[in-house]
């Protein structure tokens, strides 16, 4: 069964940099996109961005600036880096596994982080 | 941008009853759309995919469909366990939008 763990600086200052690291055990790290979701307090889900095992990457085309997802297939980890937060940085970040079985042309969420919450505040 | 649009935004339900869920797409995204379901302070988890392909081990109560530009999650029965709140989201282009959301709660 395919677990993702990630961790993480969970309080940050206004123009820092934001790192998370999530990493995939029980499973395969090939054939898949990793992926990045953030959900602010009580608000609904915001799609930051994937890459594959081969570095491969596509991100939210309103974070792409500060953005950089990168992958280590020797430890079947992947992270992400947000320059510059601010307060609406404040969010959960969760990592997950972008899956398409079958003949489907995309790639949806199928396994999730349990989540990583960080606060951007002076 | 593809802005998708969930209706409506809270509900009001019973077990038992049959609860429907629409999403609308600012423009056709095919069958490019998830749902999900979130549980409070959980992750969410697909239900379906493709706009009406049911996720494995998902009960056979929930059911989706809808091409172009509308959508909709039906759950046949409700059951406890299913109140939490739905997202819908498109896969047809980047940014990977969801909707904003649908709160199920119990009447």
């Known amino acids: 069964q395919v677990q993702l763990q990630q961790w993480g600086a969970g309080l940050l200052k206004p123009s820092e940099t934001l790192s998370l690291t999530c990493a995939v055990y029980?499973?395969?790290?090939?054939?898949?996109?990793w992926t990045w979701i953030r959900q602010p307090p009580g608000k609904g889900l915001e799609w930051i961005g994937e890459?594959?095992?081969?570095?491969?990457?596509n991100y939210n085309p309103s974070l792409k600036s500060r953005l950089t997802i990168s992958v280590d297939t020797s430890k079947n980890q992947f992270s992400l880096k947000m320059t510059s937060v601010t307060a609406a940085d404040t969010a959960v970040y969760y990592c997950?596994?972008?899956?398409?079985?079958?003949?489907?042309?995309?790639?949806?969420?199928?396994?999730w982080g349990k989540g990583t919450t960080v606060t951007v505040s002076s | 941008d593809i802005q998708l649009t969930q209706s409506p935004s809270f509900l009001s339900a019973s077990v038992g009853d049959r609860v429907t869920i629409t999403c609308r797409a600012s423009?056709?995204?095919?069958?490019?759309l998830v749902w999900y379901q979130q549980k409070p302070g959980k992750a969410p988890k697909v239900l379906i995919y493709?706009?009406?392909t049911l996720q494995s081990g998902v009960p056979s109560r929930f059911s989706g469909s809808g091409s172009g530009t509308e959508f909709t999650l039906t759950i046949s029965s409700l059951q406890p366990e299913d109140f939490a709140t739905y997202y819908c989201?498109?896969?047809?282009?980047?940014?990977?939008?969801f909707g904003q959301g649908t709160k199920v709660e119990m009447k």
């Open positions: 997950a596994r972008g899956n398409r079985p079958g003949v489907y042309f995309y790639y949806y969420m199928d396994v």
């Open positions: 423009q056709g995204i095919s069958s490019d």
């Open positions: 890459i594959n095992h081969g570095g491969s990457s």
């Open positions: 989201q498109q896969l047809n282009s980047y940014a990977r939008t």
């Open positions: 029980g499973g395969s790290f090939t054939g898949y996109y």
């Open positions: 493709a706009a009406s």
